[in-house]
């Protein structure tokens, strides 16, 4: 009885293929995920196309909305990297849509999180740091590398010290991905997990549990408005981190 | 049509030029980093962020320490010790840049406290 009724809290995260394409032995099938992702873009393209083409002096609800994030990321990246980051703006913004409105698009009841999947936010921390290691070799060649010497480091000790850099520079994709990753999947279980309480309660005909079953049901609501907050916290940490590792690009001296 | 008059007074010159100039400087204060309007919640989410750094960028060097281990020994055979090894440097890394991530607050306003 306990933990019947099929309610399986990692089901959700399974990856089922649409579509099977399998070329050259390569597996490229357009699965759940994809599909997900597609319909992500086109959400966020049709907001933005639309909301930037009333340009209306008092802007309606979608242009309004529009430009509210087009300042947010602005003054984000500006924080961060002062004026000359404003390069990298249709990068950053790209990234913090994309992540944000999957993980608000992945809230929606029978929807799919897209960023609940490792895969994809290392995809996206991976594409970051070749973002920062390209254009930090292009800009400043091989200056670059002082990223990983920190002046002031008596003689003996800087191979440790370099050796410890190179670790920490590497650490960077893995938590900047990981971080993404673990908050939409710990968000997603515990509401399919308090959720399940509420049904395994009903079903078990104590008059007992019928009593209590309203309390997870209530902790779900509260989680429900936790992983509102945290949706769009999450996307927004990993547009400030991205403009940190950026600023390293731009300024690899420590 | 929308020309000024030239013989406007010089009074009614001087207001428009006075609300011009604090027409700008609301501007440039409001491009200055760290001034916005929501100034609490981006507060509470730049602490928030800040929390959720420190917890993963800890986790984050002990599992890139314990990666960079595990293949290096996988490419040399040199079965536990490269894992061992980079898994306490990745620990230090970790708690590295959490140090560095608490002190940056100070090490922006003054010199560079920077020599550990």
Not at chain 1, 56 to 64: E, M
Not at chain 1, 211 to 226: K, M, Q, S
Not at chain 2, 35 to 47: C, I, N, R, S, T
Request: charged residues 10%; glycine residues 10%; aromatic residues 10%.
């Amino acid at each position: 009885m306990a933990a019947g009724g099929g309610i399986d809290p990692i089901h959700q995260f399974h990856i089922n293929p649409i579509v099977e394409l399998k070329p050259f032995g390569l597996n490229l099938s357009f699965t759940n995920t994809s599909l997900w992702m597609v319909i992500v873009v086109a959400v966020v393209s049709a907001i933005m196309v639309y909301g930037s083409s009333q340009r209306a002096v008092v802007p309606g609800r979608l242009q309004s909305l529009a430009e509210m994030v087009y300042e947010f990321v602005a003054s984000t990246l500006t924080g961060v990297m002062n004026k000359e980051g404003m390069k990298f703006f249709p990068f950053v913004f790209s990234l913090f849509m994309f992540v944000l409105a999957s993980n608000l698009l992945g809230l929606l009841p029978g929807s799919f999180t897209v960023t609940s999947q490792i895969i994809v936010t290392a995809a996206l921390a991976v594409l970051v740091m070749s973002v920062v290691l390209i254009y930090g070799i292009a800009k400043h060649g091989s200056h670059f590398f002082g990223l990983f010497v920190p002046s002031g480091v008596p003689g003996w000790l800087l191979p440790f010290v370099v050796l410890i850099e190179i670790v920490s520079f590497v650490s960077r994709p893995v938590s900047l991905s990981l971080r993404l990753f673990g908050n939409m999947l710990a968000g997603h279980i515990a509401l399919k997990v308090f959720g399940g309480f509420v049904v395994v309660l009903l079903g078990s005909g104590a008059v007992l549990n019928y009593a209590i079953a309203p309390l997870p049901l209530l902790l779900a609501v509260a989680l429900t408005a936790l992983e509102v907050l945290v949706a769009v916290l999450q996307a927004y940490v990993f547009a400030i981190l991205t403009c940190v590792y950026l600023n390293d690009a731009l300024h690899p001296g420590h | 049509m929308s020309e000024p008059d030239p013989n406007a007074s010089d009074s009614e010159l001087r207001a428009r030029l006075g609300s011009l100039k604090s027409a700008i400087k609301r501007a440039e204060e409001s491009e200055k980093p760290g001034a916005g309007p929501a100034g609490e919640d981006k507060a509470l989410a730049g602490a928030m962020s800040s929390g959720f750094r420190a917890a993963t960028d800890l986790a984050g060097g002990v599992i890139a320490g314990a990666l960079i281990g595990y293949l290096g020994d996988r490419w040399l055979g040199t079965s536990p010790f490269l894992l061992i090894t980079f898994m306490v440097i990745g620990t230090i890394a970790g708690f590295r840049s959490v140090y560095r991530l608490g002190s940056r607050p100070t090490s922006g306003s003054k010199g560079d406290p920077k020599r550990d």
